[in-house]
Structures are given as structure tokens and as C-alpha cells.
């Protein structure tokens, strides 16, 4: 049971470049989550999916799209990095249908865009 | 807008000592509040509150849920270096999913 896995965990970036950061979990969720997370500003969210095939915009989505491929998978695509998004990047997955859940983090990806 | 303040920003103690950590909200339909230990890498989950008064504790630390005053604390009795982390606190709020607002966190070094 691995939990929630992200890859890759380091990225470096040019401006104008994109990438696909990946996420899965093998905990039968049915909501993830993307994060980013700056020096002292705690974990912001970018995009969610509430279930499979839903994706929605959270606080700071400008910049980035997302996919949940299936169940299991969620990933977020940067399609011309800028050196605004050098940050650390979090997935999370919760079980929806609760009145309210824990979620779980992977591990992170640090991305730096020069 | 909804938002979680969580204070002080940083705070260095020395092994032994008591601390107390704080976090206010203002949020709109308040479902929980959440309590996370980030070291390294991910953050780890520690305590989800839902109701006023009713202490939730797991060895030395434990924490409470004003929901009157908006606010929750966290307390960490006899602190030991391994306690040394980001504590962040997240509160779930809003329509029919998991939507957490995380504060900025609490950096805790506890000295030997």
C-alpha cells in the first residue's frame, strides 16, 4: 500500500518549457487534490477533482491544467513554466461522502523555473 | 473571503518545554478543523476537530476547538527535538467535498 506517489520529486525548469507533474493513490479515493506550497504562505490549492471525470479551479489555478485519467490518477500540467511557479507541489487524495476526512499527501515535486 | 491565521509564525523552545499553538478562522460553513505535522517532506495528519470543548490527544500532544471564538489550540507537553517541524492547520469549509484552507503554519525548533 504505497499511499500517494508523485513523480518526478525534482524538476528544473527553462521559462516557456511545460511539463506534467503525475500523481496516483491506491486508496480507492474518490477526491485529489493539487498544492503548492511557498516559504510562508502554507499550502495553496490550484485544482481538485471531487470525483472521476470532474476537475475544478481552486485558489491559484492561472498557469496550470489537471486531468483525472481515471480514478486512481490526477496530474497537473504546466504549459509554459515561468519562474512564478518555482515552488514545491503537493497531491492529496480524501474519501468524498464523508461529513468531512482527513486528506493524504504524497511526497512532493520541487520545481524550480529559471 | 476565507481565511486561517495561524500564530506565531515561528517559535524556538528548548527540550522539556510546554508550547501552545494557535489558529484562528474565518471561514464560511465550517465542517472541520485539521491539525498537520510537516518535517521534510509531506504533511502528516494529526488531529481533525469537529466540535466545541471535546479534547482530542494522542500522547503529549492534544488540541481543542472553539467554535464560538472561531480558534483552535495546540499543545505539545514536554517537547523533544523530534517535535522540531512545521505545524499547519487547515479547516474544512464550504460545499460537498474536502476542501481545506491551510494557514501558513507554525515553524517549531525545540532545542536541546
Known amino acids: 500500500n504505497a499511499g500517494v506517489t508523485q513523480t518526478p520529486k525534482f524538476q528544473v525548469l527553462k521559462t516557456g518549457q511545460s511539463m506534467t507533474l503525475q500523481c496516483a493513490q491506491d486508496?480507492?479515493?474518490?477526491?485529489m487534490y493539487w498544492y503548492r506550497q511557498d516559504p510562508g504562505m502554507g499550502l495553496r490549492l490550484i485544482y481538485y477533482s471531487a470525483s472521476e471525470g470532474t476537475t475544478d479551479k481552486g485558489e491559484v489555478p492561472n498557469g496550470y491544467n489537471v486531468s483525472r485519467l481515471n480514478k486512481r490518477e490526477f496530474s497537473l500540467r504546466l504549459e509554459s513554466a515561468a519562474p512564478s511557479q518555482t515552488s514545491v507541489y503537493f497531491c492529496a487524495s480524501s474519501d468524498r461522502g464523508r461529513e468531512s476526512y482527513e486528506q493524504y499527501f504524497g511526497p512532493g515535486t520541487r520545481l524550480t523555473v529559471t | 473571503e476565507d481565511k486561517v491565521v495561524q500564530s506565531p509564525l515561528s517559535l524556538v523552545v528548548h527540550e522539556g518545554d510546554t508550547v501552545t499553538l494557535n489558529c484562528s478562522y474565518e471561514?464560511?460553513?465550517?465542517?472541520?478543523l485539521l491539525w498537520y505535522k510537516q518535517e521534510k517532506k509531506a504533511p502528516t495528519f494529526l488531529f481533525m476537530l469537529t466540535s466545541s470543548g471535546i479534547e482530542k490527544k494522542s500522547g503529549r500532544l492534544s488540541s481543542i476547538l472553539d467554535k464560538k471564538e472561531l480558534f483552535s489550540i495546540l499543545n505539545i507537553t514536554a517537547t523533544q527535538t523530534g517535535d522540531s517541524a512545521v505545524y499547519l492547520c487547515?479547516?474544512?469549509?464550504?460545499?460537498?467535498?474536502?476542501?481545506?484552507?491551510f494557514g501558513a503554519g507554525t515553524r517549531l525548533a525545540v532545542h536541546p
Open positions: 471561514v464560511t460553513n465550517f465542517r472541520s
Open positions: 486508496m480507492n479515493h474518490n477526491s
Open positions: 487547515a479547516v474544512e469549509a464550504g460545499g460537498g467535498y474536502n476542501k481545506l484552507i
